[in-house]
C-alpha cells in the first residue's frame, strides 16, 4: 500500500532542494525525502527528481510514500472522550505518540484510531493527518485528532492562534513562589545535550501560566495554562526555577522518590481542553481524569507513610 499527493510549489519553496522542501511540505526528514528521491518516488513535472534539483515556480511535484510493511500494534487502553463527525478527542496513554516519526516504531494515537475503524481527514502532512496538536510520548491526557477538512482547518488555526485553552495538572517538587505566577522564559534545544530542552538566549518565546492546587511535604499539585506550545515547556519551565516535575529524572527530577513512588515519568497530565467547536462555533470543554501511575503517586504524597489506595 501508498499514497500519493501532488503538490504545488509554494513561493516560499522555489530556489529550494528537493529534498529540503519536501521536508518542510511533508513534515518528513530530509533523510527520509532524499531516499523516496533515490527510490523514484519523487516526480517534477512526471519526471524522477534529483534530491539536489532545485524547484521552479511552475514545478509540479508528485511523491508516492509507501506505507510501512510492519505497521505499530493499536493501543488497547486509549479511551474515546470525544467524539462527532468533525473532532475525536482521545485520553493518550503514556508511552504513545501522537504519530509517526524518526526513531519511533511504537504506539501512535493515529495507529490506533485507524485501528478502531475511525476514519481520519487526509488534510496534513502524510504522516501527520489529522493532527493539529500533539501531547509528549510521555505526557498522557486529552489530546484532539480532527475528522474533517472543516476542522482540521479550524482547529489547526486555533492552536496556532492560542485560542485554545490547554490545561495540565503537575506535580512538582518543593513549593512554588509565589503560588501563583507566570514563567516567561526563550526556550530552545540544549546547546550540549541531546534531545534535551533548555531556557536559553535566542530560544522561542514561551510563556507558562500557573497556579497552586494543594501543597504536601516537599511538593505541590499545581494547575498550568499554556500560552504557547514549545518542546517539553512545562518540565523545562519548572526545571529552570528549581521545581521538576515530580519523576522527571531527565529535567533534573529526585530517582530516588521517583522510585519510592513508582513513577517512571514525569508527573504531568494534560486534564482539559476548552475550545469553540469548529463547525458550530459553541463553546466545549474535554476533560482526562488522572491515570492510575499518577493517582497512586499522589496518594503516596498526600499520606506519606501510608498506602496508596487502589
Sequence with gaps: MSSSRMLPVPDALVGERVDAALARMLGLSRSRCAELCAAGLVLINAVSADKSARLGADDVIEVTIPEPENKP???????????????????????????????????????????????????????????????DVGTSGAMMVAKSELAYSVMKRAFKERTIDKIYHAVVAGHLDPPSGTIDAPIG???????????????????????????????????????????????????????????????????????????????????????????????????????????????QLRHPGGSSRR
Design 73 to 135: 500494534a493499536p493501543v488497547t487502553d486509549m479511551e474515546i472522550l470525544y467524539d462527532d463527525d468533525d473532532i475525536v478527542v482521545v485520553d493518550k496513554p503514556v508511552g504513545v505518540a501522537a504519530h509517526t516519526g524518526p526513531g519511533w516504531e511504537g504506539p501512535t494515537v493515529l495507529g490506533n484510531l485507524e485501528a478502531a475503524g475511525y476514519r481520519i481527514t487526509s488534510h496534513g502532512p502524510p504522516e501527520r493527518q489529522g493532527i493539529v496538536h500533539r501531547l
Design 189 to 299: 534545544r540544549h546547546p550540549s545535550r541531546e534531545w534535551r530542552m533548555a531556557v536559553i538566549d535566542g530560544g522561542k518565546r514561551a510563556v507558562t501560566h500557573y497556579d497552586t492546587l494543594e501543597l504536601m511535604a516537599g511538593a505541590q499539585l499545581t494547575e498550568v495554562h499554556l500560552e504557547t506550545g514549545r518542546t517539553h515547556q512545562i518540565r523545562v519551565h519548572m526545571a529552570a526555577v528549581g521545581h521538576p516535575c515530580v519523576g522527571d529524572t531527565f529535567y533534573g527530577a529526585d530517582p530516588t522518590q521517583a522510585q519510592r513512588l513508582g513513577l517512571t515519568r514525569q508527573w504531568l497530565h494534560a486534564v482539559r481542553l476548552g475550545f469553540a467547536h469548529p463547525r458550530t462555533g459553541m463553546p466545549m470543554t474535554v476533560s482526562s481524569p488522572y491515570p492510575r501511575d499518577l493517582r497512586d503517586a499522589l496518594e
